[in-house]
């Protein structure tokens, strides 16, 4: 007798943590734009820059909460 096809499986915690380390990898790619951009108008060392900074620092909070998800998921060990 053949098995029933059965229905497909539910993700496992495996599946939630390697997209959790998809999103970190598109936050910290995401950040880097803005990083650069900052870096540039420091080093012409002409203001204004704080809106840079502005556009960083909201980067940085979802790099900062995809980590954070990244370690709720895969666990604390990550390399």
């Known amino acids: 007798p053949t098995v029933p096809p059965s229905a497909s499986p539910a993700p ?19 950040a880097r734009a803005p990083l650069a951009r900052l870096d540039a108008c420091l080093a012409g060392g002409r203001p204004p820059c704080a809106e840079l900074a502005v556009e960083l620092r909201r980067a940085l909070g979802e790099l900062a909460a995809a980590e954070e998800r990244l370690r709720w998921l895969c666990g604390e060990a990550r390399p």
């Open 12 to 30: 496992s915690a495996n599946d939630d943590c390697r997209r959790a380390e998809s999103a970190w990898r598109s936050a910290a790619a995401a």
